[in-house]
């Protein structure tokens, strides 16, 4: 290196040395400056450092609501979402065609569950909301417009919550479509609602027959279903029932018209007579088996298809309001009041006629009114068969005491058969019937059973034989209370006549053909000892005693045939006087008796008037001593025991047949009472 760059590179140094000692000297006046300023910092550093600290707290409050905004966010989007979904069903439900019904609940039911969820998210909402108001509250750093913000958020939520319950207050969308599937539910039934045909059938005159079906058809019953199901989810089922059982019922009233039964509106002092009501218990047993089998049958079914989806309970629940509302009860309470009036033999060939009628639709009855909600009907027809029952057993049990107890009765005045005999064998043979035995042996057996004791076998005949046994021990008093022996006569000879006329009835095959031959001997026998002691008598007028057959006596035996044809004739006038007012009843018996007295007596007659006629008809006036010729003597004898009511015709033996039930019916009845 050569002098000349040595020179320049110390020159260069130099130039270096003064710039650095320049900076230095301008650093050392900035540090001064400096180091009193540091000072100040350091004595400001703590307030500093406190409020750094507050800034890093904000920051990390800011981050914990931005967690809490963004967990919110998606239960809010879904609330938009849902509620605008909500407002398309509304706008689909208002322009549904309502003759579409299942479209119309179609879209009912989704706008439902749209609403349903629209709460369901409103309330998942608002839990987020409030977490973030939690987290708001008592920050310095949140702004009034923040608070704000959330509270009207709460507001908008809550308001979203009760939308559902908004629709469903009157006035409401859901209130308004609920009204209409219920005015729906009332039209259809109501127009599809037919009554039931109830006419007379024609190869029965009287007798009521059940003619068409009130079902509804297929479709009706389906739309019925649909806005059953709608309207129960909506607690309005009960509405549904009434609604159904009113239009129902009200159709089978108005069905029922036709049949006239007013009759069940009878109190039961209004039944004091069973006569009067005999006419009214037959149609009651007809209705009631036509009411039973083709009205509430059907009714039944129908009841059971419309509300089946919903369960059996409902059915049976509707279905029970309908029979009571229909009247089911008036049937039944007429048959009590039948039990309770007034106790006689009749009643209870009544109250078996009513046993038969409930028999006759008892499984029906089990079948349609067997569930819980037929209490009250199940209730009142176990009274009413406790107390059929319990009064037929009471009458019939009964009635051999109070054939006893007639007995001090006085027999007819005209020897004819007591009324009181005549009703019982006529009573008995109904008893012993066809018509009437099998229920009476079902209502003794189910009574014995009631009683814990074993039904015995005879128990119907045996009474009976008792009944016919006081009859018969009533007649032997009867007969011997006659002051005339003759009448007395015609009286046994009258009653053993009846109990032979009792051949081939079921009385007469109970009692066997042996009792009936004895009677028949009876009869025989008293008719023989009549005709002897009253008709025999007149003999003793008619005989020759005294009359001899000599020219000279001719005028004394004139005489003498004078008295005795004046006191024959006053004799036999006497006689026919009071033996007209006999009665011999049974048309053989009359006409035998009078053939018998005509062949004994009319040749006597004929043959003295033949011998001694002459003798006072040889005198001017003797045609006033012959009275009657031997013709007019038969036509009179043939004419006897000729009853009051075959003077009258057929109609007033039939009104003759009924004062004698009426008759025996009511002092039964007295002294039913007075035991």
Same mark, same amino acid.
């Given at each position: ?13 130099? =130039? ?14 900035? !540090? ?7 000072? $100040? ?14 800034? @890093? ?55 439902? $569950? ?10 998942? #909402? ?68 037919? %009554?039931?045909?109830?006419? #007379? ?5 009287? =007798? ?56 069940? $509106? ?36 129908? &009841?059971?298809?419309?509300?089946? *989806? ?10 029970? +309001?309908?029979?009571?509302? @229909?009247?089911?009860?008036?049937? !039944? ?15 209870? !060939?009544? !109250? ?85 035995? %099998? ?14 004791? +074993? ?62 031959? #004895? ?72 006409? *035998?008796? &009078? ?14 008037? *033949? ?6 008809? $040889? ?57």
């Amino acid at each position: 290196m050569t002098e000349g760059d040595s020179i320049e590179s110390l020159l260069a140094a130099r =130039k270096l040395l003064n710039s650095s000692l320049d900076k230095s000297r301008a650093v050392a006046l900035a !540090l001064g400056k400096t180091g009193s300023r540091l000072e $100040e910092i350091k004595e400001r550093l703590p307030s500093s450092e406190a409020a750094f600290g507050c800034f @890093s707290m904000q920051k990390c409050s800011f981050g914990v609501v931005r967690n809490q905004i963004d967990s919110a966010s998606g239960p809010a989007a879904a609330v938009l979402k849902v509620f605008d979904s909500v407002q398309e069903l509304e706008k689909s439900l208002i322009s549904e065609s309502h003759s579409d019904i299942f479209g119309y609940l179609v879209v009912l039911k989704q706008l439902e $569950e749209a609403m349903k969820f629209l709460a369901d998210n409103c309330r998942l #909402a608002i839990q987020w909301l409030e977490g973030i108001a939690e987290a708001l509250e008592g920050n310095v750093a949140v702004t009034d417009r923040y608070n704000c913000s959330v509270k009207k958020s709460f507001r908008i939520l809550h308001e979203l919550l009760a939308y559902e319950a908004s629709a469903r207050r009157n006035g409401g969308l859901l209130f308004e479509a609920l009204n209409y599937l219920e005015s729906e539910f009332n039209r259809l039934v109501t127009e599809n609602t037919i %009554p039931f045909a109830l006419v #007379a059938s024609s190869s029965s005159p009287g =007798k009521q027959a059940y003619i068409g079906s009130s079902l509804m058809p297929v479709t009706v019953i389906q739309k019925l279903q649909v806005i059953i199901d709608r309207l129960k989810a909506n607690g309005r089922l009960e509405i549904c029932i009434s609604v159904y059982a009113e239009v129902r019922s009200l159709n089978i009233r108005k069905s029922l018209q036709k049949l006239d039964l007013e009759y069940l $509106e009878k109190s039961a002092k209004e039944f004091d007579d069973v006569q009067d009501i005999e006419g009214l218990i037959g149609n009651w047993c007809k209705h009631l088996e036509l009411v039973v089998k083709h009205v509430f049958e059907p009714e039944c079914k129908l &009841c059971s298809d419309v509300f089946n *989806k919903i369960g059996l309970d409902i059915c049976n629940c509707c279905f029970a +309001k309908i029979a009571i509302q @229909s009247g089911i009860l008036s049937f !039944l309470q007429f048959g009590k009041n039948v039990t309770e009036s007034n106790k006689d033999p009749v009643k209870l !060939l009544r !109250l078996l006629e009513i046993f038969a009628a409930l028999d006759k639709v008892r499984v029906d009855f089990n079948r349609l009114f067997g569930g819980e909600a037929y209490g009250d009907i199940q209730s009142l027809i176990r009274d009413l068969i406790r107390r059929v029952v319990n009064g037929a057993c009471e009458i019939f049990l009964e009635l051999p005491l109070q054939v006893k107890l007639r007995r001090q009765v006085s027999p007819p005045p005209d020897g004819s058969v007591p009324r009181l005999v005549l009703f019982v064998t006529d009573y008995c043979n109904q008893l012993l019937g066809d018509n009437y035995r %099998p229920i009476l042996t079902q209502v003794l057996v189910i009574h014995q059973s009631w009683k814990q004791a +074993k039904y015995e076998e005879g128990l119907l005949t045996r009474l009976i034989y008792r009944v016919i046994k006081e009859i018969a021990l009533n007649l032997d008093e009867w007969s011997n209370s006659h002051q005339d022996i003759t009448l007395s006569y015609l009286f046994v000879m009258n009653n053993h006549c009846h109990f032979c006329n009792l051949k081939g009835t079921k009385l007469g095959d109970m009692m066997g053909d042996s009792w009936v031959k #004895a009677h028949e001997q009876y009869k025989n026998y008293y008719a023989g000892l009549y005709v002897r002691e009253s008709w025999g008598k007149l003999f003793s007028f008619l005989r020759q005693d005294g009359l001899i057959a000599s020219p000279s006596r001719k005028a004394s035996n004139r005489e003498l045939v004078k008295k005795k044809l004046k006191d024959f004739y006053q004799t036999f006038d006497h006689m026919v006087r009071k033996h007209s007012c006999w009665v011999v009843t049974d048309k053989n018996s009359r006409e *035998k008796i &009078c053939q018998i007295v005509v062949q004994a007596f009319l040749p006597v007659y004929r043959s003295y008037l *033949k011998n001694y006629g002459v003798l006072v008809e $040889e005198n001017a006036s003797g045609g006033k001593y012959v009275k009657y010729s031997a013709n007019d003597l038969e036509k009179i004898l043939s004419s006897l025991f000729q009853p009051n009511l075959r003077k009258n015709g057929s109609s007033r033996h039939l009104q003759f047949i009924g004062k004698i039930k009426n008759v025996v019916t009511h002092q039964f009845h007295l002294m039913l009472t007075a035991s």
